[in-house]
């Protein structure tokens, strides 16, 4: 490998680090331990290495004296229509039936969405708080002061909700057996933003 080679993959895996911040040319000549000008002709090889291919989905561009790795432009629609897609296809079984029990019965503990399903969901529910679809929302008066959980505004903006008041609405008898009361909490869910889920048991 020469060493213009290794200054071009050394500088995509710096670019990529960064992130939206991105890097300025004097932090980049540093990461690089190289002149800036050196560093400016760098990124010159590498901004045309990503326009002169079009496989790549990525290019180079300066912003405010800042360098980053953006997307094409010629893929915007593309990617638009996946952020804005409101039913994430990566739902499992497990994790579907929670979000719908907190959707509809927040604030709840984990152990009244255990006793809901039958089963475990502390996996599902760590799943659904790592992509930022539910949170903590306080703690019950009680014994151990068991977390309550809520959905959060990113759960609203995915699924085209301005509020909670937007959801579907129930028709809950307040005889009905537990389980029929998690199947209705899932169907009203998928019909509402027609869900289908991966199935499985783990979010």
């Not at 004097?26 to 090889?45: D, G, R, Y």
């Not at 989905?57 to 893929?75: F, M, P």
């Not at 019965?105 to 089963?119: A, C, F, M, N, W």
């Not at 959060?152 to 959801?167: I, K, N, Q, V, W």
Request: with cysteine; proline share 3%.
């Amino acid at each position: 490998m020469n060493i213009e080679t290794r200054f071009v993959g050394m500088t995509e895996s710096f670019l990529f680090v960064a992130g939206e911040e991105g890097l300025s040319l004097t932090q980049l000549a540093a990461l690089l331990e190289c002149e800036e000008q050196k560093a400016e002709q760098v990124l010159i090889s590498l901004q045309a290495a990503y326009d002169e291919d079009d496989t790549r989905g990525i290019t180079l561009k300066s912003y405010g004296g800042s360098y980053r790795l953006v997307t094409k432009s010629k893929w915007a629609d593309d990617i638009k229509r996946m952020l804005e897609d409101p039913k994430p296809s990566t739902f499992t079984q497990a994790a579907l039936e929670v979000l719908a029990i907190i959707a509809y019965k927040q604030p709840v503990t984990r152990v009244e969405i255990d006793d809901l399903r039958g089963v475990k969901s502390e996996r599902a529910l760590s799943s659904l708080a790592g992509k930022g679809f539910v949170e903590e929302v306080g703690r019950m008066d009680g014994p151990g002061r068991p977390i309550l959980y809520g959905t959060t505004t990113f759960f609203l903006d995915r699924f085209g909700l301005a509020s909670l008041e937007d959801m579907p609405p129930l028709s809950l008898d307040e005889e009905q057996e537990t389980s029929e009361e998690t199947d209705l909490f899932m169907t009203k869910f998928q019909e509402a933003f027609s869900i289908t889920e991966e199935g499985g048991h783990d979010a």
